[in-house]
């Protein structure tokens, strides 16, 4: 159990044991266990324990800006546009200076099994330090961050459809060391629709930014509407952080942060670090397709009959969420 302080303790409880089993099986690095986190139950390795205290207490400060996601819902490409807005347009830092070190990750879950993960917090230590105005990544839900979030930054959140995100999560399991995931998408849907990958659940993970989507310091974005029209989300981005940029500088911003770009550069694009020790070889990239709707062309009848009844099941349980996101 974690104490956050000023609220309730959040709660982490390891798995059944069969569960527990299974995901050892099937996740080459999940050795040390999982533990379920908080009252939405989210899927964590045991020495995010550690942690926990620190993330409900971290101190954010009045011109950060968090980039709060699921993972694989648009995040790095978000972090790269936020990033170059709020610092004068920076490209050749950006270009230059790897991403992590720029816009760090608060809550990097680093679990590799021929090491003694998450001792040294050293990603928590980085988000501590970088100097104003930080953008901050996590992948962290509302519940788990400091009740007062709101009151002191400002907050994206990037939504993606969960059936693309499922898609581009399984290609990411299976890269990362970290993870190390040996089945196929069949199976990984499999475990997606019972709520059993990292992370999740999707739904929980939605419904709390969703209910707090009317507050003047949070901004919603869906992925699928920065692939359609990104000057008109980036303009949007630009009155909610007060950047003041032209539309020749969102424009410039938008070339900057294009997926052929984000995907030809190391500072972005991690599988183009040669031998990086994080990553399986042989695998898809770490910034890969970018695409919306693709999903459909990925999963089998038998597979989208049980999304479906995902969606229908596990939006209903946890309240209101995105309609797009539920309907046809």
């Known amino acids: 159990m974690a104490d956050n302080g000023d609220s309730c303790p959040v709660m982490a409880v390891p798995l059944a044991p069969k569960i ?6 099937k996740f080459g690095s999940f050795d040390k266990g999982l533990v379920e986190v908080g009252p939405g139950r989210y899927l964590l390795p045991q020495h995010c324990r550690l942690y926990l205290d620190k993330y409900a207490q971290f101190r954010f400060r009045p011109d950060d800006v968090v980039v709060m996601t699921f993972p694989r819902s648009g995040t790095t490409w978000t972090q790269e546009m936020v990033w170059c807005m709020t610092h004068d347009l920076d490209f050749t830092t950006a270009i230059n200076t790897p991403h992590r070190e720029r816009s760090p990750f608060l809550d990097f879950l680093k679990q590799h099994s021929d090491v003694n993960p998450g001792t040294t917090g050293v990603f928590l230590a980085r988000a501590e330090s970088v100097p104003s105005p930080r953008i901050i990544k996590t992948h962290l839900p509302f519940s788990l961050l400091p009740p007062s979030i709101l009151e002191s930054c400002k907050v994206i959140y990037v939504a993606r459809h969960p059936g693309d995100v499922c898609v581009s999560y399984y290609h990411l399991q299976r890269l990362f060391k970290s993870a ?8 990984f849907l499999d475990l997606w629709c019972r ?3 990292l992370r999740g659940p999707y739904w929980s993970h939605l419904s709390e930014a969703w209910a707090k989507r009317t507050h003047p310091n949070l901004l919603w ?3 699928e509407d920065m692939k359609k029209d990104l000057l008109r989300e980036l303009q949007r981005l630009d009155h909610f952080l007060a950047t003041g940029l032209t539309e020749d500088e969102l424009l410039q911003v938008a070339q900057h942060s294009s997926f052929a770009n984000m995907k030809a550069r190391p500072a972005t694009n991690l ?5 990086s020790p994080g990553l399986m070889p042989g695998e898809a990239e770490f910034v890969r397709k970018g695409a919306t709707g693709d999903w459909v062309n990925r999963f089998t009848p038998q597979m ?14 946890v309240g209101e969420v995105p309609p797009r996101y539920t309907q046809g």
């Not at 527990?20 to 099986?25: A, F, G, M, V, Y």
């Not at 190390?180 to 199976?187: A, I, W």
């Not at 599988?271 to 031998?275: A, F, N």
């Open 271 to 275: 599988s183009l670090i040669p031998e």
């Open 195 to 197: 709520d059993l990958v």
């Open 304 to 317: 989208k009959a049980k999304f479906q009844a995902w969606v229908e099941t596990g939006s209903k349980a």
């Open 20 to 25: 527990q089993q299974e995901l050892q099986t």
């Open 180 to 187: 190390n995931f040996k089945g196929d998408l069949e199976e």
């Open 221 to 223: 974005l869906y992925f």
